[in-house]
T-cell receptor
Framework: DTAVSQTPKYLVTQMGNDKSIKCEQN?????MYWYKQDSKKFLKIMFS???????INETVPNRFSPKSPDKAHLNLHINSLELGDSAVYFC?????????FGQGTRLTVV | KQEVTQIPAALSVPEGENLVLNCSFT??????LQWFRQDPGKGLTSLLL?????REQTSGRLNASLDKSSGRSTLYIAASQPGDSATYLC???????????FGQGTTLQVKP
């Protein structure tokens, strides 16, 4: 069983569209994250949730809205997609800093 | 503000060499440090995690060390193989459900 799973793996969409990425973890962790990896491979935190509550929001545009319906899920909804949103988005979960990452969602905005 | 730096950014070695990847961080108040491996187009795989109270961790041909006071960690890879080719990332965790802060990574190529 995959510990942290994201869907979809690839997402190609036009500017202005709204899209969602889903993430699920079966590790029983309380903390989940969304990271963005840019073209230079640098991983930057976007959001962190602990027990379904938002605890970190790293100056991400309001077009990005995370939602955690329960501790095992953290979804990312993006409104009005822009070219600059093209990147790989990683979901992760952790317990006491030991983190497990999903396979990533490669988002391409055209 | 915590900053994590990895040197070198890229490294190419012939198969069989022993090598060291470096990671430095500016704030020594960390809970743990984790080394990850990322293959092209793939996610991150955790290699080793060192708690702040530990000095090193070993897994197979990999050995990671931590010197918290000087803000440094190294990942030692013994007898490198072409299959070790990947990007290696280190990340520090401050504790208290904070965020993992990543370095820029070292891209390793091991040539047969």
């Amino acid at each position: 069983d995959t510990a942290v799973s994201q869907t979809p793996k690839y997402l190609v969409t036009q500017m202005g569209n709204d899209k969602s990425i889903k993430c699920e973890q079966n590790l029983g962790h309380d903390t989940m994250y969304w990271y963005k990896q840019d073209s230079k491979k640098f991983l930057k935190i976007m959001f962190s949730y602990n027990n379904k509550e938002l605890i970190i929001n790293e100056t991400v545009p309001n077009r990005f809205s995370p939602k955690s319906p329960d501790k095992a899920h953290l979804n990312l909804h993006i409104n009005s997609l822009e070219l600059g949103d093209s990147a790989v988005y990683f979901c992760a979960s952790s317990r006491e800093g030991r983190a497990f990452f999903g396979q990533g969602t490669r988002l391409t905005v055209v | 503000k915590q900053e994590v730096t990895q040197i070198p950014a890229a490294l190419s070695v012939p198969e069989g060499e022993n090598l060291v990847l470096n990671c430095s961080f500016t704030d020594s108040a960390i809970y743990n440090l984790q080394w990850f491996r990322q293959d092209p187009g793939k996610g991150l795989t955790s290699l080793l995690l060192i708690q702040s109270s530990q000095r090193e961790q070993t897994s197979g041909r990999l050995n990671a060390s931590l010197d918290k006071s000087s803000g440094r960690s190294t990942l030692y890879i013994a007898a490198s193989q072409p299959g070790d080719s990947a990007t290696y990332l280190c990340a520090v965790y401050p504790g208290n459900t904070g965020k993992l802060i990543f370095g820029q990574g070292t891209t390793l190529q091991v040539k047969p």
